[in-house]
């Protein structure tokens, strides 16, 4: 089973600062098979990144996802106001899928 | 469009079943994955299990084997998943998506409520 670990937990930041969101695997993950989803308090996960560096349809340019092997990163490049929330990544290569835990982007 | 909506969640007491469904539209059903991604209040999300196009294999999380029970009927276009002894860490939204290469496909979800 691969399992995903997310840092920081918590990501304390301004708007208009860079954010850089980081994604751990324990063992080597298919780069096709790794997302990023943004997710806001009772709502759907919304996916933002997959194949660990293709932006989904209709995703501004300031997100991007980056990264092979065990270590993948999300950046943001200037935080708007409504980037706040929680971000997951997801490997879906190898059964068990399993997401990361999650890292807060929260207003300094 | 895709569109995926999900079904059949409620309120039910520890130790009964429920069985989720799954409607899907817009795509040739029949040609893709499916899985199921569970979120408990407050908590991350949890991916449950997959099941192929034509229903021959499924995966599910090791914790939730033996209880839980993906299906699909290709004919109708609906995704399952059976949901048994079920405990009060149960309680969470229940998501369907489309097992694709970008998993971006994701139903509204239905709220699962386990309680006495």
């Known amino acids: 089973e691969i399992v995903l670990t997310q840092s920081p937990d918590t990501l304390s930041l301004s708007p208009g600062e860079r954010a850089t969101l980081s994604c751990r695997a324990s063992?080597?993950?298919?780069?096709?098979?790794l997302a990023w989803y943004q997710q806001k308090t009772g709502r759907t996960p919304r996916l933002l990144i997959y194949g660990a560096s293709s932006r989904a349809t209709g995703i501004p340019d300031r997100f991007s996802g980056s990264g092979s092997g065990t270590d993948f990163t999300l950046t943001i490049s200037r935080l708007e106001p409504e980037d706040f929330a929680v971000y997951y990544c997801l490997q879906y290569r190898t059964s068990p899928y399993n997401f990361g835990q999650g890292t807060k982007l929260e207003i300094k | 469009d895709v569109q995926l909506v999900e079904s059949g969640g409620g309120l039910v007491q520890p130790g009964g079943s429920l069985r989720l469904s799954c409607a899907a539209s817009?795509?040739?059903?029949?040609?893709?994955?499916m899985a199921w991604v569970r979120q408990a209040p407050g908590k991350g999300l949890e991916w449950v299990a997959n099941?192929?196009?034509?229903?021959?294999?499924?995966y599910y999380v090791d914790s939730l084997k033996g209880r839980f029970s993906i299906s699909r009927d290709n004919a109708k276009n609906s995704l399952f998943l059976q949901l048994n002894s079920l405990r009060v860490d149960d309680t969470a939204v229940y998501y369907c998506v489309r097992d694709d290469e970008s998993w971006g496909y994701w139903g509204q979800g239905t709220l699962v409520t386990v309680s006495s």
């Open positions: 063992q080597s993950v298919s780069s096709r098979s």
């Open positions: 817009g795509f040739t059903f029949s040609r893709y994955w």
């Open positions: 099941i192929e196009p034509d229903g021959r294999e499924e």
